[in-house]
């Protein structure tokens, strides 16, 4: 079981910065891949950006390539989503998703998620 807690989510005006952090309960290191998702009340639950097992570079959504970074922490416990040039359309609550195969079954681990809002 992995436990992941989100934190950073805040309100913020347009044009601005905001950094998501996620901490793990586990050591992720190659056995699982990460995610960021965002949610808008009343719409399904949309993938940001990923980051795949031991791999560095990140994937991100269309809408936030190019504005977001996703990262990991050198000892690969805490995982980072850098948003930069918010738009009031990125208000959403943001959740840390964490995933791994066990016996070739796909196991999603979230975090409670963080609200962040974007508006003047």
């Known amino acids: 079981q992995v436990q992941l807690v989100e934190s950073g989510g805040g309100l913020v005006q347009p044009g601005g910065f905001l950094k998501l952090s996620c901490a793990a309960s586990?050591?992720?290191?190659?056995?699982?891949?990460t995610s960021w998702y965002r949610q808008v009340p009343g719409q399904e639950r949309e993938l940001v950006a990923s980051?795949?097992?031991?791999?560095?570079?990140?994937h991100y959504a269309d809408f936030a390539r190019g504005r977001f970074t996703m990262s990991r922490d050198k000892d690969e416990i805490t995982v980072f989503l850098q948003m930069r040039s918010l738009k009031p359309e990125d208000t959403a609550v943001y959740y840390c998703?964490?995933?791994?195969?066990?016996?070739?079954?796909?196991?999603?681990?979230w975090g409670q998620g963080t609200q962040v809002t974007v508006s003047s």
């Open positions: 586990t050591f992720l290191g190659s056995d699982y891949a």
């Open positions: 980051l795949l097992f031991s791999g560095r570079d990140a």
């Open positions: 998703n964490a995933w791994h195969y066990r016996d070739g079954e796909r196991i999603d681990y």
